[in-house]
């Protein structure tokens, strides 16, 4: 072999172990092309999710045509875990009694399943979590057919605590993330690994180093305006972090559970959609009613979350308690949000050149499912209190 090609058989070797060793992003497979739609135990049930309202869940996701709209996880939160067994094996509690049989009943209905666990030795709720049982606890997973899992950070605090420097804390968690990343991968499963450590440590920039799917961006949200809408506002200038198969996750949905006005649901829908946001619905979807239904199920809500760019929208303008955010879709047109944080109703001008287009624009109002024809001039537009205006735009 002569200099030359020695050197470069030398070169291509130590590019390819350069590439095996480098992050991949997302679970390196085909999942979560798109922010994953669902529906998640937590903001409802909390610690009474059981075996039973599980399925009721799954039926219903079903029945509402909440399926059909695009939603397929159903995703079990904290307090399903059980003692272990002699072999180290999670064993599920007493109100799920056999988890193969759920995943099997919930994949009859063409749905997936999802599970919870955290890094720690303890999950938030203080039941079992997967510290030094993280391949174990994988291969159990895919036994029993799950697949998503939400890593929930709570218990590590512990060993994070005791380190000595806040970056030796946050080595402890990214390897734990790894670590589990590492495990989900092992078992062959095609598994959404969603990240819960309610967006420290700029999650967003190494999250999807850590094989993450999606990661929390902030604390737990509630069943109230000003939180929902404090998260969701917070999120302007993370877009550039997300994309298909990594998500920014500003947590799930409240809309159905009752603490907000309908102005103020759709506003939560109309934001997460123009932030490529995880949809996972939060409230009882067997006792839904069709208010609850038209929100999650709208059709042309859901196409601006589900876009196929994968681009998360941004703020580009506020003033005062008017904020503007728009979203690019792959058609070449605009989600266009005017939102009214103010409680009451305000009127306020929509100038389409500076939203990046020359007049006059094509618009639809998507909530009221009504086709507004061609605007030439600076659209005045009255939005209700913590309302919405929720635009697509074409030129
Ligand atoms: C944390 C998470 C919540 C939920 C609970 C469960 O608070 O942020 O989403 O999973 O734990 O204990």
């Known amino acids: ?30 999942l979560a092309a798109r922010p994953p739609m669902g529906w998640n135990s937590w903001n409802h049930f909390a610690q009474k999710v059981d075996d039973a309202s599980v399925r009721a869940q799954a039926e219903a996701m079903v029945s509402s045509g ?13 307090t399903w875990e059980g003692e272990r067994d002699a072999k180290g094996n999670i064993q599920t509690n007493s109100k799920f009694p056999d988890m193969k049989a ?5 994949h009859s209905k063409g749905l997936k399943l999802g599970i919870y666990s955290s890094p720690g030795a303890k999950t938030c709720a203080k039941y079992e979590g997967s510290l030094g049982h993280e391949l174990q606890d994988a ?4 036994a029993w057919g799950i697949d998503y899992l939400k890593y929930d950070l709570c218990g590590l605090r512990t060993e994070m605590r005791a380190a000595p420097t806040p970056e030796a804390a946050n080595k402890i968690m990214v390897a734990a993330y790894v670590k589990m990343r ?11 690994y969603s ?54 996750d500003p947590d799930m949905l409240e809309v159905g559970n009752g603490g907000m006005s309908l102005n ?11 932030l490529a946001a995880p949809l996972l619905a939060g409230n009882d979807l067997s006792t839904m009613t069709p208010e609850t239904i038209a ?20 703020r580009v303008s506020a003033e005062g308690p008017i904020e503007i955010w728009t979203r690019s879709l792959a058609d070449g047109s605009k989600a266009v949000g005017v939102f009214n944080r103010h409680p009451s109703a305000l009127t306020t001008r929509v100038d389409f050149s500076k939203l990046g287009f020359t007049r006059p624009v094509k618009a639809k109002d998507i909530w009221q499912s009504k086709d507004l024809g061609s605007i030439g001039a600076p659209y005045t537009v009255t939005v209700p209190g913590h309302g919405v205006l929720f635009l697509r735009v074409s030129q």
């Open 195 to 248: 990240l819960c450590q309610y967006g420290e440590d700029a999650v967003w920039e190494w999250g999807p180093t850590v094989g993450a799917n999606l990661w929390r961006t902030t604390g737990d949200i509630t069943d109230k305006y000003a939180k929902m809408a404090e998260i969701g506002f917070g999120q302007a200038g993370l877009g550039r972090f997300a994309g298909p198969g990594h998500w920014n």
């Open 1 to 30: 072999m002569s200099v030359s090609k020695a050197y470069l058989a030398c070169f291509a070797l130590a590019a390819i172990s350069f590439l095996s060793v480098q992050p991949a992003v997302g679970q390196k497979n085909d």
């Open 264 to 274: 103020e649901y759709r506003t939560h829908m109309s934001l997460w959609a123009i």
């Open 66 to 78: 909440m399926r059909d709209a695009g939603y397929t996880y159903i995703n079990i939160d904290d």
């Open 102 to 106: 759920l995943a099997d009943f919930v």
């Open 295 to 314: 929100l999650l199920t709208n059709r042309d809500v859901i196409a601006v979350d589900q876009d196929s760019l994968g681009k998360q929208g941004d």
């Open 182 to 192: 590492d495990a989900l991968r092992n078992t062959g499963r095609p598994i959404v």
């Open 139 to 142: 291969r159990t997973y895919a």
